[in-house]
């Protein structure tokens, strides 16, 4: 009776031990980007690997509060975001930890990471002028601040300074200008609108091609999806800051892009999915989703997104978009750009 319990027993600990040899390896993603655009390249990831992705999306906001909240015990091993300005509030709330790693470093250029590793940008978005090529000569363009000047008083379109996009943008302008000169910049900006803020970039694409105003600065992305949906608008891209001499000149850019959660339970595994995410593998896929630009520079873009043209991008590190989102929206508010 006791070599039969013996062998039951024995029989009972080989099956666990066979069942949890296995059990897939699992990363959990915290994701503020939509499900549509991280599920394709989380599946070619399980399909490659065999590591199961679990993710759960919701916006920045809640997702960095559950972190918070969960502390210790998040079973989040990634947190994954748009704009560096949300970014950086992961790191300073002490939500992130720091990841040494060779290939992202590789990868990924400098400007669109963390000097101090905490996270990684893994697309990139210009924030550029979109114009009516009916009412509009490209001749007419050249920058940003250009947009305050007399000239376009009454044309002008913008997102609501409330989304993070544009307090980025400003944040960047602050950093390179100073805020006294940034702030007579925006202030150009308000006295120049043709109407209220929109809430989205769309809307305010829509406004361009409907005539109801001239100009707008949205996102490359946003115009590239309303294109495809509706390619006989009278719209199109302009590069601003391409001709301008100071060194931190060119288009701005942000990034979406992860880091690795402070306590994250699979800390290496996490770190393998934020390296395959930065391959040339995986880039096309990342980026080509959602009409983004690769961070890494060895792939080649969308041909939607090449036709657009080429640009000279502002190299200022991405970070200025978080240190200085705070100036900005104080900026932004005391101006009455809402």
């Not at 296995?22 to 989380?42: C, D, G, H, M, W």
């Not at 940008?121 to 924030?127: E, H, N």
């Not at 930065?278 to 969308?302: G, H, I, M, T």
């Amino acid at each position: 009776m006791n070599r039969r319990i013996q062998t039951i027993v024995s029989g009972l600990v080989l099956t666990a031990a066979m069942t949890a040899v296995a059990a897939p390896e699992t990363v959990v993603v915290y994701s503020a980007r939509n499900e549509q655009l991280i599920k394709p390249l989380f599946d070619a990831y399980t399909k490659e690997t065999g590591v199961v992705v679990q993710f759960i999306t919701d916006k920045e906001g809640p997702l960095m509060a559950r972190l918070k909240a969960e502390g210790a015990n998040t079973p989040a091993d990634v947190f994954m975001t748009v704009d560096a300005g949300n970014l950086w509030q992961a790191a300073e709330e002490g939500l992130l930890r720091p990841v040494k790693s060779a290939t992202l470093k590789a990868n990924i250029p400098a400007n669109l990471r963390d000097p101090d590793d905490q996270w990684f940008g893994l697309s990139v978005r210009a924030r550029t002028i979109v114009y009516n090529t009916q009412k509009v000569k490209p001749s007419e363009l050249s920058t940003y601040e250009d947009l305050a000047a007399p000239k376009w008083k009454g044309r002008l379109c913008l997102r609501t300074s409330k989304k993070v996009y544009n307090q980025s943008l400003v944040a960047m302008m602050i950093h390179e200008h100073g805020e006294a000169k940034t702030a007579q910049i925006v202030s150009g900006w308000v006295k120049n609108l043709a109407t209220a803020p929109f809430a989205d970039d769309n809307s305010a694409i829509e406004a361009v091609a409907a005539g109801q105003c001239d100009v707008t600065l949205v996102n490359t992305y946003y115009f590239g999806r309303l294109i495809e949906a509706k390619p006989k608008l009278p719209v199109a891209i302009f590069w601003p800051n391409q001709s301008v001499s100071q060194k931190e000149a060119g288009v701005h850019v942000n990034i979406s892009g992860a880091g690795i959660a402070k306590h994250a339970k699979n800390p290496a595994a996490a770190v393998k999915l934020l390296e395959w995410l930065s391959s040339e593998k995986a880039q096309n896929l990342y980026a080509d989703v959602n009409l983004e630009y690769p961070v890494n520079v060895n792939v080649k873009v969308d041909p939607t997104v090449a036709a657009w043209g080429t640009f000279k991008q502002n190299l200022l590190n991405v970070r200025e978009a978080g240190r200085l989102q705070t100036s900005a929206v104080k900026l932004m508010d005391r101006i009455g750009y809402k």
